[in-house]
């Protein structure tokens, strides 16, 4: 006999980082929200490597709370290591990360949730959904409890039909021995939509007593405080430090040697791994000609002495495991407390999906997270967040919130998906981005902080905090351009300190600033006086003005691109009725059914030559006829 609940307005199935944005996203925006999770003591649990950030993964994290997200903030307060990545190179390629405290996050984001209002948090295993004239109306639980809903989202994770490999064992499960979705995996399928099969794998995990440290290179956190939410003012100044170590010839040979044992090798695999994030046995066999491999020596935590063995991802048998360890420099006497292993499980195949994240058969249900195929915690929350805004707007009469490839990572990462779909795990790169030069660390509140505040995400006093920064970084650059810096004794001694060449001639400060080895800060000492400036609003002023000539160049290709974008395609398309568009392009338009003639651009398969039938073909009125 089946019980019923109560209804909402959106239910969440997942609490894992793309459930979590989700769930907070809908539940802020004023939709009374419920989130079913496995087991409440893994929310927000990370299964994998215990950091966030990195090359464009911090940016995304950066987007997310400019967008009125959690993980920025969550981090921010667990973190035991922070550290900003290629400061010697330009802004559009510096990122931060952090090492988390994997306990503590979880705990710290756990009670925010619960203390969300319009927020719901509920344990209990979802079978299947309640479907209705073809659309989601709600979720099935196993223990034959039904909640009914206005729309559903599905962010399960690695957790549709888990299957843990290491050797010749293969057992179901999910990450970190929990328990395993089989019945929603079926549903989903039954219901028609289409699945692949992804894998992915974590390393072993050594007791921190039994590493010899001093084999080891330190990798110490940066000494200058750093955060990735722009709302945060306390730092965390007692940080813990990670390790270097390599693997060498003799890690490689017994790799080499028990290659048929490993899951990755031995057939047992069916899933496709992480391109970018391989198993040892990846490395070995792809990058043969390599002496070593950096192997990153990672705490979990405060209070715990589990120590992440980055760098040896693996499936080969738990007895071959401590081989490979032991041969590692600093490891030799290293005790193993968790067994890596490979993880397969289900994930939908993203092309079904809308860019609103709404699957496009079933109008209602949202998919979030690694079941549409991509990895890592940060693509998770960045569809999580997003998933959660459209299927509120969707049930507030609202307008979807799409963000374009010009405006936020986000926007490249769910545009990749939807638009050309991925064979294997999608990691969000740089190289991803056309306009990556203005998609940076030190931007993200001036992109997206509006649509968040719209959204009801932002609260008023950040507004603020934000409306007096942009209004400070303007008056600043108004002001340069004003001031005239002569040459003079006291000036130059400071063009030699930054490593600049005399100034012979008078110069306007925003012109000065142009050369690169000078920072907002060098300037500023050559002018009598000048405003005492937050260390952001410096920031962006130096890069502001440094870049200006580079940033106009990609805004006018984004002009270009945004024509593109702009010219829609009607819904009523029929793709057969156009002459002269290669076969290959009509199976793959009709499938994705690109909203704009830029979306159908970036389809894999569809050619220049066939875009520019289409878009005559549109612009002649055929389609507005055939509707007539």
């Not at 060098?522 to 003005?545: K, T, Y």
Request: proline share 5%; net charge negative; glycine share 8%.
């Amino acid at each position: 006999m089946t019980y019923h609940a109560g209804h909402y307005d959106v239910i969440v199935i997942g609490a894992g980082h793309a459930g979590v944005e989700a769930g907070m996203a809908a539940a802020k925006m004023g939709a009374k929200t419920l989130m079913l999770t496995l087991n409440l003591d893994m929310v927000a649990f990370m299964p994998c490597n215990p950091s966030l950030g990195g090359p464009a993964k911090g940016i995304v994290i950066r987007e997310v709370d400019a967008l009125g997200g959690v993980m920025a903030k969550v981090i921010d307060k667990t973190y035991i290591q922070m550290r900003m990545l290629n400061t010697g190179k330009g802004p559009a390629v510096q990122a931060l990360r952090a090492q988390a405290d994997k306990p503590l996050y979880i705990k710290e984001m756990k009670h925010i949730l619960e203390n969300q209002e319009n927020l719901t948090l509920r344990q209990g295993m979802v079978d299947q959904l309640i479907i209705e004239d073809g659309v989601c109306k709600g979720v099935l639980t196993e223990s034959k409890t039904s909640y009914t809903a206005e729309t559903v989202i599905v962010t399960t994770g690695t957790f549709m039909r888990g299957k843990v490999l290491m050797g010749d064992l293969e057992y179901e499960s999910g990450p970190n021995n929990q328990r395993v979705s089989i019945k929603l995996s079926e549903h989903l399928e039954e219901i028609g939509l289409d699945l692949t099969r992804f894998k992915t794998g974590t390393p072993p995990r050594v007791n921190s007593h039994t590493i010899d440290y001093s084999k080891t290179e330190i990798q110490p956190g940066d000494e200058e405080p750093q955060s990735f939410s722009y709302e945060t003012t306390e730092y965390i100044a007692d940080q813990i430090p990670c390790w270097l170590t390599y693997t060498n010839e003799f890690t490689h040979q017994i790799i080499n040697d028990n290659l048929t044992l490993s899951a990755m090798y031995s057939g047992m695999k069916r899933g496709t791994g992480p391109r970018y994030c391989p198993s040892i046995e990846d490395k070995i066999v792809r990058f043969n000609d390599k002496p070593r491999h950096q192997v990153f020596l990672e705490p979990e935590g405060r209070d715990t002495e589990e120590v992440y063995v980055q760098g040896l991802s693996t499936s080969l048998p738990e007895s071959i495991q401590y081989e490979i360890v032991k041969s590692v420099p600093g490891l030799e006497n290293a005790e193993i407390m968790r067994p890596g292993y490979a993880i397969e499980y289900d994930a939908v195949v993203p092309t079904q999906l809308w860019p609103t994240l709404e699957t496009k058969k079933i109008p209602g249900l949202f998919t979030a997270g690694q079941i549409n195929g991509t990895s890592g915690y940060e693509e998770a929350a960045a569809q999580g967040i997003m998933a959660g805004i459209n299927a509120a707007a969707k049930i507030q009469g609202k307008e979807p919130v799409i963000l374009d490839r010009s405006q936020a990572y986000i926007g490249v990462l769910i545009d990749d998906l939807v638009t050309k779909g991925t064979r294997e795990p999608y990691r969000l790169l740089t190289s991803r981005a056309e306009y990556r030069l203005l998609l940076r660390h030190d931007n993200a509140d001036l992109r997206l902080t509006d649509i968040g505040y719209e959204l009801g995400l932002i609260s008023d006093d950040r507004y603020k905090q934000f409306d007096e920064k942009k209004q400070l970084i303007e008056e600043e650059k108004k002001r340069l351009r004003k001031i005239t810096i002569k040459p003079n004794e006291a000036v130059n001694q400071v063009m030699a300190e930054a490593g600049a060449t005399p100034l012979k001639e008078a110069i306007k400060a925003y012109d000065l600033m142009k050369r690169p080895e000078l920072s907002y800060a060098f300037v500023a000492r050559m002018i009598e006086s000048h405003p005492d400036l937050p260390i952001d609003v410096q920031e962006q002023v130096g890069i502001q003005i440094k870049y200006e000539g580079y940033i106009k160049k990609a805004k006018e290709q984004v002009a270009r691109m945004l024509k593109m974008e702009d010219k829609k395609i009607p819904e009523n398309i029929d793709y057969d009725k156009i002459s002269g568009i290669a076969t290959e392009a009509k199976d793959k338009l009709k499938k994705v059914r690109p909203l704009s003639v830029g979306q159908a651009s970036r389809i894999s398969g569809v050619n220049p030559a066939d875009v520019s039938i289409l878009l005559v073909y549109i612009e002649q009125g055929n389609v507005a006829r055939i509707a007539n």
